[in-house]
């Protein structure tokens, strides 16, 4: 079973007023991961104090309230996976999933719309400006405006209030100017006119636990109803559509219609929003491509894994971190070969078409079997390790589970077992963000990671990696190299791919390493050898000079002008290295 640190009573640090500012940052990045940062600067505002200073064994922060509305905000993430579309394209129109929009420049054919103002207006391909559901008058004044909004010669934005024929209710349109390489200029005109999405029903119905009376009530006041209105169409009396809300208000842990509204409104994008970003990898710098090799492993599991280098050659076990990097540069790769080193590259639970682990297994533990049981299949007796980052600790547990098979272990941009939350304090904030979490706040990460995943899908991996990494200015010089580049993109595939989310691998790998795996170095009994960067944003110099007391055993090289991606940036040294302690022992 997997440890889970000893039992304690928790009280959440959280006032009021910052746990609600956290709750709409959740929903915030729910419905547009971009919005991530704003929940790290809200989250970091209001719990770094209560961090700051603590020493190891810091309570961890246990909120039920916001445990609640993490749950049902990661139901809206899944369901953003699920609809992502393959396209990159996106328009204007497609940013505006639930109100009825259109673009016009003033003349007879509208020149867009979506899918909310198709139903709402009962529009269809080619529609006219005169097809909308108003009065002609009303509609010649539309027109009037959105001319001269669009060649700038209004206000820059002009709402109007207008009847439709449709629902005989007022609809407020607002008219505004938008970007276009159209020769006559066009106005984008957003409407009051709301259309329930294909499946949200159901979405709401699971995230909230409402049952399908309750979802058509909220359905009713999220597009204007009134109580009698919805009491009418359902057949039931007005006094029992109030009590049914009382209930609904329960659930959802709001304490009002509009507050009721505002969430479900915002949460509505969800359903349709479009995605983009994503560009084509790299497939231009001698990066050769490599079979997926496949196994049972001694629990039945899946497991895959690739190799390349010299098929004869000394075997080395290299691991991927937490990113999946399951690639090195192409002249990396080559040089594995003349080398004469055969480079066994096991794709970790979760990760690729690797199963995950059973959720109560001991990660550490179900990783190194995972690695012997590679190694094993292959029928290597004895092998020097890779790792990066806290992958430190799987080599060391396989270490110890099979003496004999590990003759070594390189680390590149280590982490240890942090021991401080100032040493948490030191990271640059995607990290601190994430791995403080990871040690603080478990129950929270796993919304966190989704949502990191969501956004690196909508941003595309490439700009993804500049917004995390962009502390370490070593690490952007690295990546800007077209090797580099093509190698962490292709290899990172297994983590987060057209068809692949290790978000949950990716989270367990987190909670994890911030665990105390001091024991693991303590015990080690092989050479370990670490290669550390003197600009990591994950574990910079002074944590690791401090940790350094802590493990003498241990031998500690500084890199000059390197971070996390230490080994793409100085792999020749970390080859020569390999070699010369492949000699020694």
Not at 501 to 529: G, N, Q
Request: with cysteine; hydrophobic share 45%; proline share 6%.
């Amino acid at each position: 079973m997997q440890d889970t640190g000893p039992t304690r009573d928790v009280i959440s640090p959280l006032d009021p007023e910052g746990r609600a500012q956290i709750v709409d940052r959740l929903y915030e990045v729910a419905l547009d991961p971009v919005r991530l940062e704003d929940l790290l600067e809200v989250w970091e505002g209001h719990l770094a104090p209560h961090r700051a200073g603590q020493a190891d064994g810091a309570l961890p922060l246990e909120d039920a309230e916001i445990e609640a509305h993490l749950a049902r905000a990661a139901v809206f993430l899944d369901r953003f996976e699920a609809t992502r579309p393959q396209a990159a394209g996106r328009s204007v129109l497609e940013d505006i999933p639930r109100s009825a929009a259109f673009l016009s420049d003033g003349g007879s054919v509208l020149a867009g719309f979506n899918r909310a103002a198709a139903v709402a207006f009962g529009l269809k391909p080619g529609a006219r400006l005169a097809d909308l559901p108003f009065e002609a008058e009303d509609t010649e004044v539309l027109r009037a405006q959105i001319r001269k909004v669009a060649g700038g010669q209004a206000e820059k934005v002009v709402t109007l209030r207008i009847r439709s024929r449709i629902t005989g209710g007022p609809v407020i349109v607002r008219v505004g100017p938008v970007d276009s390489d159209r020769a006559k200029p066009l106005a984008l005109v957003m409407s009051t006119e709301l259309v329930w999405p294909e499946g949200f029903a159901q979405t709401v119905q699971e995230a909230f636990g409402l049952t399908v009376a309750e979802v058509e009530i909220v359905q009713g006041i999220t597009l204007g109803l009134p109580v009698k209105d919805i009491a009418e169409a359902r057949g039931r009396s007005p006094e029992t559509v109030r009590t049914q809300l009382r209930s609904i208000l329960s659930k959802t842990e709001t304490h009002s219609q509009s507050e009721l509204v505002r969430v479900v409104l915002g949460l509505m994008d969800v359903a349709q929003m479009p995605t983009g970003g994503a560009v084509p990898l790299p497939r231009s710098h001698g990066l050769q491509a490599v079979a997926f090799q496949t196994l049972r492993g001694p629990d039945g599991r899946r497991m895959e894994f690739i190799e390349f280098g010299h098929p004869g050659g000394a075997p080395i076990l290299y691991m991927h971190l937490d990113y999946g990097l399951i690639r090195w540069p192409a002249s990396a790769e080559r040089a594995a070969r003349l080398r004469g080193l055969r480079i066994i590259v096991p794709v970790r639970a979760g990760y690729g078409q690797t199963e995950l682990h059973p959720k109560r297994a001991d990660h550490v533990a179900g990783v190194a079997q995972d690695y012997a049981a590679v190694l094993d299949h292959l029928g290597i007796r004895r092998c020097a390790v890779i790792c990066l980052g806290a992958d430190l600790r799987f080599a060391l547990r396989l270490a110890q589970d099979r003496p004999a098979m590990v003759q070594a272990v390189l680390g590149c941009a280590a982490q240890l077992p942090l021991r401080t939350a100032a040493q948490y304090d030191r990271m640059d904030k995607w990290q601190r963000f994430i791995l403080a979490n990871a040690r603080y706040a478990p129950k929270v990460l796993p919304f966190l990671v989704q949502a990191g995943f969501s956004l690196a899908r909508k941003l595309g991996k490439e700009k993804f990696f500049a917004q995390v990494n962009g502390g370490s200015s070593a690490d952007m010089a690295t990546f800007a190299r077209p090797e580099v580049r093509e190698a962490i993109l292709e290899g990172s595939e297994v983590c987060l791919g057209a068809k692949v989310s290790a978000y949950e691998a990716f989270t367990r790998e987190c909670i994890s390493s911030e665990r105390d795996w001091s024991a693991l170095v303590e015990a080690a009994k092989v050479p370990v050898v670490l290669l550390q960067g003197d600009q990591d944003p994950q574990t910079p110099v002074q944590s690791i000079r401090e940790l350094m007391g802590d493990f003498p055993h241990l031998e500690v090289t500084f890199l000059p002008d390197t971070g996390q991606l230490l080994f793409f940036a100085e792999w020749p040294q970390v080859l020569d290295r390999l070699e010369a302690l492949i000699a020694q022992n």
